[in-house]
């Protein structure tokens, strides 16, 4: 179910259009990336499905309360994770990709992978729309080249670290630089390398601090500088619950106020679990920017 949106942009949000094998995508309208994760081990567990049935069901709620992208991962990020082979991470995508391609074979489909050789596979057998790359390259020197290949958007995220080491007293001299510099560094090589649509993300809880979390939030504004669509995925994570007490189950309020924080300073997609509250901000924040 693809929602359609007028093309248009205005001072604050300027118009941004990625190529979704072959489809305009106008994201001058932020969009909601619902979140399904096929994985045992994810940090929240509101977010995990198993098999076909779950996960087609899972889609089909996305889309009804909103959402315009689906995102799937396989192989879980959260620090003390179980490692998973090539093959593994593979064995469970792969079903989960058909099944969703032959319920909903217009949904904007992005997999969350580090790893060229399955980004490769889940575009060309799964038709997958977006590659969603944790490390930014960094796990895997063939990412670049690969996605670049595929000719299909990339999500840029910034990582210090790996999954394992991420969160061992990450350190920064000023996180906001730091983090732009690393993204511009990268962006440049992904241009010349050939790929043409870049969707870029700090990364919140990717190797940085709360304090580093809630900076790079505060100075989100300065990520309009790539003129590049904003990907932001702050959904329960512990920025929220380590500052408020509780844990992710608990994160939904908090979320919701991040989220649309991060709306008021050009966030282009909410990488979300709560699809519906998500959307919601969204047309709160853009009824909001409509008053003259």
């Not at 989960?96 to 980004?119: G, H, K, N, Q, Y």
């Not at 999954?163 to 690393?182: A, C, F, I, K």
């Not at 309020?253 to 966030?267: D, E, I, P, R, Y």
Request: hydrophobic share 40%; aromatic share 6%; with cysteine.
């Amino acid at each position: 179910m693809e929602q359609k949106h007028e093309t248009r942009g205005s001072f604050l949000q300027p118009v941004k259009l990625i190529n979704c094998r072959g489809r305009l995508i106008d994201l001058s309208r932020p969009l909601v990336m619902g979140i399904v994760n096929v994985t045992p081990d994810s940090f929240f567990q509101g977010s995990r499905f198993e098999g076909a049935t779950e996960v087609v069901t899972r889609v089909a709620t996305i889309l009804e309360e909103g959402g315009s992208m689906v995102d799937v991962g396989g192989y879980s990020s959260r620090p003390g994770a179980v490692a998973l082979t090539s093959r593994e991470e593979g064995a469970r995508l792969w079903p989960i990709l058909e099944a969703i391609r032959e319920s909903f074979p217009e949904v904007v489909l992005s997999l969350d992978t580090f790893r060229s050789e399955i980004a490769r596979r889940a575009v060309e057998d799964f038709k997958v729309d977006i590659i969603n790359d944790i490390s930014g390259g960094d796990l895997d020197a063939a990412m670049f080249e690969t996605v670049a290949g595929l000719q299909v958007p990339y999500v840029l995220m910034h990582m210090k670290g790996t999954p394992s080491t991420m969160q061992n007293n990450p350190v920064y001299r000023d996180v906001t630089g730091e983090v732009l510099g690393n993204l511009a560094d990268k962006t440049r090589r992904l241009r010349e390398a050939g790929a043409n649509d870049i969707i870029v993300d700090p990364g919140f809880g990717f190797g940085k601090s709360l304090e580093h979390n809630f900076q790079l939030l505060k100075n989100l504004e300065q990520f309009k500088l790539f003129e590049l669509p904003l990907l932001v995925g702050v959904s329960r994570k512990s920025m929220i619950y380590r500052c408020l007490g509780g844990d992710p189950g608990s994160a939904l309020n908090g979320t919701t106020v991040l989220n649309t924080v991060a709306l008021t300073k050009g966030a282009n997609i909410l990488r979300v679990h709560d699809v519906k509250e998500a959307v919601e901000c969204v047309n709160l924040v853009e009824t909001l920017n409509s008053v003259l």
